[in-house]
């Protein structure tokens, strides 16, 4: 029912000027979802959606997630670059060299890009350790850790 519920708000927020709660309610209703104003209100929390000023000057909801994540990916990426000084690889194990005091950050900021095939992390002082699923995986992670750095 949640799941359909916050579907349903992504759908009538992309898809039209909805300017207050009240309205959001109505249109849930519409649709035939009887909510509270309390229940929506935590919904538009969680969901992030925020008032922002249309074209006309109207302050409308707006879904933020885009904007927000990319900002985190950017701060998650700038953090990694400046705390990793390489990486390099044996068999399944990549290792990432980071400047002293640094490897805590940098292991979530990697953390936090999801790379495919990590089983897990493990961050020292200096440096991180990364279990890949295989050695080709650890392979082109560290190929592209390296580019990254390059820039």
Partial sequence: MKKKRLE??????????????????EKLSERGLSVTQATVSR??????????????????????????????????????????????Y????????CYTGMANAACAAFDSMKWEGVVGTLAGDDTVFVLCRTEQLA???????NAILAN
């Fill in 8 to 25: 349903a708000i992504l759908d009538i927020i992309g898809g039209g000027a909805v300017g207050t709660q009240d309205e959001l309610l």
């Fill in 43 to 88: 919904d538009i929390k969680e969901l992030r959606i925020v008032k922002s000023m249309d074209a006309s000057g109207q302050y409308r909801y707006a879904v933020s997630d885009q904007d927000d994540a990319q900002r985190l990916g950017d701060k998650l990426r700038s953090i990694f670059e400046h705390s990793v000084k390489e990486a390099d």
């Fill in 90 to 97: 044996a068999g399944n194990m990549l290792v990432i060299r």
């Fill in 139 to 145: 392979v082109r992670m560290r190929d592209t850790i």
